[in-house]
């Protein structure tokens, strides 16, 4: 228990002398995640929102497929971006393993099926509600999953918010493509991850606590976003 | 309706245009790094937890102005990702492995470039009785005892040594069948191992520099040290640019001709830990 309540003093002291290299470190982790985020949404929206209204042969299997996806190890998901990022791969002339890059993309397929998988669940339920009055408008199917995107920005975005959080949080895959580069692809989760290594458990459940305190904010700003824009749009 | 769904098709296809405007600063920005003068250093866990590559990076950078990014993994890994062409320079410490990797044609030339030393470390109390100057006969009283005894598993350098050690005492317990269950196999890095043998109270070998920086010791000390069996010696080579062409050959032999020089060998010297020097430069230009 006193070791965590040091952690506790220890992150804020940290917080408080405002050190510039764990603020780049906190600076990378955000970025790449919400980078992260970003891509996995602008694919794993309309992607869910297709498989929810479109009938097509085997849109079982997809979905089935989708939701095991939920459960990618995150290690498999490091371990194929390296083969494919590495030199000896196909996409190794690319020259971008061990880079933020990298992570991204590995961070990507990670969010991707989490996005995917539940905005199908959420757009097929809306489907089923709105389809009649929808097709009377002579909205086909497709047209229409824009339209149901939008009219549950609000469910949706936390189905953001789980992609983000699966991002910040992943370790395993960005250890891998990323290679934990002091001032390069260091992030909170592989930094937390050496810290634990040099047996310096105050210092890293410190850094633990910085992250959860950056995922904390920045779920607390959506939240925020989401209530002003409930009252000022509808 | 349908005025308000073509205004949210159209809010919708601006919200989208930001999105992705977003995202492409974020991706542009990201690789905000100068892709020039980097070259990527496969190294073991012991040099970067020991904070010795905090240390000697910096000094390298101000001497050759070239910023070197390491990966830190087992000596196994580390070499593998020279083989993939993953890296510009390995340094490591395994020397059957090392000379195996010249063999095959991924190095140029191994320089020798700075040694440490392993130890025993174990439980305060030393239940096996194993403290003394000679290892092969603590392992054999560790393994007499059943002591718990913690093995990195991993296929790094120290892991290669322990296995070493063990079969110069005649015992193999990785080998045994089924497996003796006082020989615990964590298949993690030198600091993992410790914190595990930490939480069980169980012997495992160490690099002095990790143990010396390790902070979670619990229990344990260093039980046996100063035999000249636990000399570990490190070296450090150019994956070849004939097998990988894009490997930055010029500026991967810069780094290596500055570790080995004499410069670069006294800030190796110079790293100490609460006064301790944790490696021996021990470069001797050869022919």
């Known amino acids: 228990m006193h070791d965590i309540l040091s952690s506790f003093a220890l992150a804020l002291s940290l917080i408080a002398g405002g050190d510039a290299e764990l603020w780049r470190i906190v600076a990378l982790s955000l970025e790449v995640s919400l980078a992260s985020a970003v891509f996995a949404c602008a694919l794993g929206l309309p992607l ?23 459960g990618l190890p995150s290690v498999v998901v490091g371990l194929v971006v390296y083969l494919l990022l590495s030199r000896a791969g196909p ?5 971008i393993l061990f880079t933020p890059r990298a992570i991204v993309l590995a961070q990507t397929l990670l969010v991707l099926p989490i996005v995917a ?16 009055q929808l097709t009377s408008l002579g909205v086909s199917a497709v047209r229409a999953v824009p339209t149901l995107l939008w009219d ?78 409930a009252r000022h749009h509808g | 309706m349908e005025q308000v769904v073509a205004r949210a098709l159209s809010r919708l296809s601006f919200a989208w245009i930001a999105a992705s405007v977003v995202a492409a600063v974020l991706l542009a920005s990201s690789p905000s790094t100068p892709a020039q003068d980097f070259i990527t250093v496969a190294s073991t866990t012991s040099t970067e937890q020991s904070g010795l590559f905090k240390h000697l990076l910096p000094e390298a ?14 000596t196994g890994q580390a070499l593998d990702m020279g083989r993939r062409g993953d890296a510009d320079v390995v340094f490591v410490h395994d020397l059957v492995a090392e000379e195996r990797f010249l063999a095959e044609g991924w190095g140029v030339k191994r320089y020798p470039v700075m040694y440490n ?3 025993i470390v174990g439980p305060k109390s030393d239940p096996a009785g194993a403290k003394g100057n000679d290892v092969i006969a603590a392992l054999k009283k560790i393994a007499a005892a059943q002591a718990p005894f913690a093995s990195r598993a991993d296929n790094s350098g120290t892991h290669a040594a322990e296995l070493r050690y063990w079969k110069m005492a005649g015992i193999e317990p990785a080998r045994m069948n089924p ?4 020989y615990r196999e964590t298949g993690s890095g030198m600091g993992p191992t410790l914190n595990t043998a930490s939480g069980m109270n169980a012997y495992a070998l160490a690099d002095r520099g990790t143990w010396l920086s390790f902070k979670n010791r619990g229990e344990l000390v260093i039980l046996v040290e100063g035999d000249t069996k636990l000399f570990n010696q490190y070296g450090v080579m150019l994956v070849n640019p004939a097998k990988h062409p894009h490997v930055k050959k010029e500026l991967g032999q810069k780094f290596i001709d500055w570790i080995v020089s004499p410069a670069g060998q006294a800030t190796i010297a110079a790293y100490k830990i609460e006064g301790e020097q944790l490696f021996f430069p021990n470069y001797k230009p050869q022919g």
């Open chain 1, 48 to 70: 869910g929102g297709l498989v929810a209204v479109r009938e097509f042969p085997g849109r079982r299997v997809v979905i089935v497929a989708l939701n095991a996806l939920l």
């Open chain 1, 91 to 95: 996409l190794g002339s690319l020259g």
């Open chain 1, 117 to 132: 998988a539940l905005a199908r669940q959420f757009v097929e339920d809306a489907w089923h509600e709105y389809r009649e």
């Open chain 1, 152 to 229: 549950l920005r609000y469910s949706l975005l936390t189905v953001v918010l789980a992609g983000f959080g699966r991002a910040a949080s992943e370790v395993g895959a960005v250890m891998i493509v990323g290679g934990n580069i002091d001032g390069v692809t260091r992030v909170m989760t592989t930094a937390i991850a050496l810290e634990t290594s040099k047996g310096d458990l105050p210092l890293a459940l410190g850094l633990g606590v910085i992250l959860l305190s950056m995922v904390l904010a920045l779920n607390a700003a959506a939240y925020a976003i989401r209530e002003w824009s």
């Open chain 2, 61 to 74: 950078r101000k001497a050759t102005g070239i910023e070197v990014r390491v990966v830190a993994v087992g």
């Open chain 2, 117 to 119: 030393d392993f130890v």
């Open chain 2, 179 to 182: 497996k003796a269950a006082w």
